[in-house]
């Protein structure tokens, strides 16, 4: 009759492990909202603000810098009440073969996102120039298993959508209130620096 006796002690067991299986996933799930919310925070001083996307910018990507922003609490509003507003722009896409079969076939891909960003005041002064970010990956390719390849293609291109939109986050970081005023003074003394000068003969 040991077994009996053990009996109480596998159940214990089991109980043992349901509940580290549970710990682990609990952990695993933490981690992805952690890395969801990895990009660095946003200033309060960029409030509010808004998100102008122009074609042909995928609204994926939009979706994602806007859910980011809303992570960090930043409060988001229509570009007639911003006082600063981010756009995305000039969206390129590239796909290229970087390895060839000995049948002179794609064997690898490369595909490539970038887009241009810029932040502006309300007051039209230049936050953060024009400046174009991208992020790139290369996958194995497998004739033979297209249907396959191309949710691993769709797969990989919201990946670099959301790595784009960390990237914008990494732009946005700095601009704190003194950051802010620093740019605004400096735009102003480039402006009465370059206006021709006036009332005299």
């Not at 009996?4 to 981690?31: K, Q």
């Not at 969801?36 to 810098?65: F, I, Y």
């Not at 000039?90 to 794609?106: G, H, V, Y």
Request: glycine content about 4%; charged content about 25%.
């Amino acid at each position: 009759m040991w077994w009996l006796t053990d009996m109480p002690r596998h159940s214990a067991l089991r109980s043992l492990a349901r509940l580290s299986i549970a710990t682990s996933l609990l952990a695993i799930l933490a981690g992805c909202g952690f890395q969801l919310r990895g990009a660095p925070p946003v200033s309060a001083a960029l409030q509010p603000l808004a998100v102008d996307c122009s074609s042909p910018v995928p609204e994926t990507l939009c979706l994602s810098v806007r859910e980011q922003l809303k992570l960090g609490e930043i409060n988001l509003v229509d570009v007639a009440q911003a006082d600063y507003i981010l756009r995305l722009g000039n969206f390129e896409e590239d796909r290229r073969a970087t390895a060839i079969t000995a049948q002179a076939a794609a064997a690898e891909y490369t595909l490539r996102h970038s887009v241009v960003l810029e932040v502006v005041g309300a007051d039209r002064i230049p936050i953060v120039a024009s400046t174009r970010l991208s992020s790139s990956e290369s996958y194995r390719y497998d004739e033979t298993n297209v249907l396959a390849k191309q949710r691993e293609e769709e797969t990989l291109r919201q990946q670099l959508n959301d790595r784009l939109a960390q990237q914008v986050l990494f732009r946005l970081a700095p601009l704190t209130s003194e950051r802010i005023d620093a740019i605004r003074a400096e735009y102003n003394r480039t402006q009465d620096a370059d206006a021709p000068a006036t009332g005299k003969p």
